[in-house]
């Protein structure tokens, strides 16, 4: 897995989600907290999770949602960000939308195409709908939960970067 750092990160995939370890870099790290980020990527779905270990105070435990493409390589997958991005507490009662603004600059200066920006604008919708809506918003077919539960079997793996028991 290429992650954005330029970092090839090992991992595991199960289905259609692939989990990765990447090590923070040292400029984002904050002392007294662990060094590295598990992600999943949810292939079908175009979107990448991530619980940063560096998130403190009122956003600690909160997830980080990408929205991303992925390009399939004979070195391995490579991750494209999206642009779009939320934020999402524990519990998903809530999320905030980031960066549509560098969505809109993206198109506007050609980094996308008019169809990419379609897509990404669908793939936020579809996500929102099936992770983040409440059951008093109307019913979501199908309902899912967030975090997914596709990525708890992957959660409870030991850390890629280092052997087990270190």
Avoid: N
């Amino acid at each position: 897995m290429l992650h954005r750092t330029g970092q090839w990160c090992p991992g595991r995939r199960v289905g259609e989600v692939v989990a990765y370890d990447v090590r923070i870099l040292p400029e984002y790290q904050v002392v007294g907290r662990p060094t590295i980020d598990r992600s999943y990527l949810l292939l079908d779905q175009g979107i990448q999770l991530t619980r940063p270990v560096v998130f403190e105070g009122a956003v600690e435990g909160w997830w980080y949602v990408d929205l991303v493409e992925v390009e399939h390589t004979e070195a391995g997958l490579v991750v494209h960000d999206l642009y779009v991005d939320f934020l999402v507490p524990p519990g998903a009662d809530r999320h905030f939308i980031l960066d549509l603004d560098e969505l809109g600059d993206a198109l506007r200066d050609g980094k996308i195409t008019p169809a990419q920006c379609a897509t990404v604008l669908t793939t936020t919708q579809r996500f929102v709908d099936r992770h983040l809506r409440g059951s008093e918003e109307g019913s979501v077919d199908p309902p899912l939960q967030f975090p997914p539960a596709s990525i708890a079997p992957l959660e409870a793996l030991p850390c890629f970067l280092e052997p087990s028991g270190t």
